[in-house]
T-cell receptor, first 108, second 114 residues
Framework: KNEVEQSPQNLTAQEGEFITINCSYS?????LHWLQQHPGGGIVSLFM???GKKKHGRLIATINIQEKHSSLHITASHPRDSAVYIC??????????FGTGTSLTVIP | KAGVTQTPRYLIKTRGQQVTLSCSPI?????VSWYQQTPGQGLQFLFE???????NKGNFPGRFSGRQFSNSRSEMNVSTLELGDSALYLC?????????????FGPGTRLTVT
C-alpha cells in the first residue's frame, strides 16, 4: 500500500486548459510538497504546504488536512508546463513518502 | 547563490564495487537529504544529515551510508553494488530540513551498475 497516491498517472492537455492533479495520503503529516521534474531529471520544489492554499503565478496548490487530500492546479497551461509532477509528504516521524508522479504533456 | 551541485553526474560501476557520490549544498544550508529514483520504485528517501549528524533514515540496507562534513558538504557511499542499485541519486539541501522547509535539488548522479 502506498502512503501517497496521485491521480491521474498521465495527463494530456491542450494549451490554455485548466489542469488539476490530485494527491491523497494516508499518514499524519507535518508538510506536503509539490515537486516538478523535467526530462533529464532536475527537480524543482513548487510548493510546501501544511494548510490552506498557496499560489505562484499560474500554479495553485491546496490542501485539506481533514480529508488528507491536496490538489495542484495549473491555469492557462503552456507546453513548458510539460513535466512530471510529484506529490511528497513528510509524516510526523519526519519520514518522506513520495507519490509515483503525474506525467503532464501540454500540446500547443 | 550557487545551486546544489553533485559530482559526478554519470558513473558506471561493476557489481560488487563500491561508489561514493558527493553533494555540495547551497551556502548556509545545513540540511542535506539523499534520494534514490528508479523507474520501478520512483523516488525514495535514503537519509538526511544536519550539522554532521544523520537525523533520519529511510528503509535501505546498510550498504547505503553517508556522512556530512563541517562545511555541510555530504557524501553517500554504496558498497557491494548490485544491479538494482542502478538509479538516479539526488541530493537536496535546505535550511532546517525534516521536510519542513523548501528543498533545493541538485541535478543528480546517474549510476549504472553492470
Amino acid at each position: 500500500k502506498n502512503e501517497v497516491e496521485q491521480s491521474p498517472q498521465n495527463l494530456t492537455a491542450q494549451e490554455g486548459e485548466f489542469i488539476t492533479i490530485n494527491c491523497s495520503y494516508s499518514v499524519g503529516i507535518s508538510a506536503l510538497h509539490w515537486l516538478q521534474q523535467h526530462p533529464g531529471g532536475g527537480i524543482v520544489s513548487l510548493f510546501m504546504l501544511s494548510s490552506g492554499k498557496k499560489k505562484h503565478g499560474r500554479l495553485i496548490a491546496t490542501i485539506n488536512i481533514q480529508e488528507k487530500h491536496s490538489s495542484l492546479h495549473i491555469t492557462a497551461s503552456h507546453p513548458r508546463d510539460s513535466a512530471v509532477y510529484i506529490c511528497a509528504v513528510t509524516n510526523t516521524g519526519n519520514q518522506f513518502y513520495f507519490g509515483t508522479g503525474t506525467s503532464l504533456t501540454v500540446i500547443p | 547563490k550557487a545551486g546544489v551541485t553533485q559530482t559526478p553526474r554519470y558513473l558506471i560501476k561493476t557489481r560488487g564495487q563500491q561508489v561514493t557520490l558527493s553533494c555540495s549544498p547551497i551556502s548556509g544550508h545545513r540540511s542535506v537529504s539523499w534520494y534514490q529514483q528508479t523507474p520501478g520504485q520512483g523516488l525514495q528517501f535514503l537519509f538526511e544529515y544536519f550539522s554532521e549528524t544523520q537525523r533520519n533514515k529511510g528503509n535501505f540496507p546498510g550498504r547505503f551510508s553517508g556522512r556530512q562534513f563541517s562545511n555541510s558538504r555530504s557524501e553517500m557511499n554504496v558498497s557491494t553494488l548490485e544491479l538494482g542499485d542502478s538509479a538516479l541519486y539526488l541530493c537536496a539541501s535546505s535550511l532546517v530540513g525534516r521536510g519542513r522547509d523548501e528543498q533545493y535539488f541538485g541535478p543528480g548522479t546517474r549510476l549504472t551498475v553492470t
